[in-house]
Nanobody, 117 residues
Framework: QLVESGGELVQAGASLNLSCAAS????????MGWFRQTPGKEREFVAA????????GIADSMKGRFTISRDNGKNTAFLQMNSLTPDDTGIYYCAARKDSESVFNNWGQGTQVTVSS
């Protein structure tokens, strides 16, 4: 089970740190990912991090502003978002897949991020 938190209404230029708490498996064996659904667009990849904390990938459009990390001792993944703009408004989803797999097949319910101008 994945539960996201940390989404809220902020002003442009602000930062947010989203959290994804995981339960029900060996967390360190799972790649964690963040995706987002922004208004009028399909869900898009944001970032991913492998079970051991390596293999980090971030979407090109978000490099330099977003950082993904994890704390395996707390079974939690994080998405630090800086310099937010109204275009970042949307629902942010946490997802998980085993390191050996290629498809994210476990998803959270999402957390709403709203950035006002």
């Amino acid at each position: 089970q994945l539960v996201e938190s940390g989404g809220e209404l902020v002003q442009a230029g602000a930062s947010l740190n989203l959290s994804c708490a995981a339960s029900g498996g060996t967390f360190s064996r799972y790649t964690m990912g963040w995706f987002r659904q922004t208004p009028g667009k399909e869900r898009e990849f944001v970032a991913a991090i492998m079970g051991n904390g390596g293999g980090i990938g971030i979407a090109d459009s978000m490099k330099g502003r977003f950082t993904i990390s994890r704390d395996n001792g707390k079974n939690t993944a994080f998405l630090q978002m800086n310099s937010l703009t109204p275009d970042d408004t949307g629902i942010y989803y946490c997802a998980a897949r085993k390191d050996s797999e290629s498809v994210f097949n476990n998803w959270g319910q999402g957390t709403q991020v709203t950035v006002s101008s």
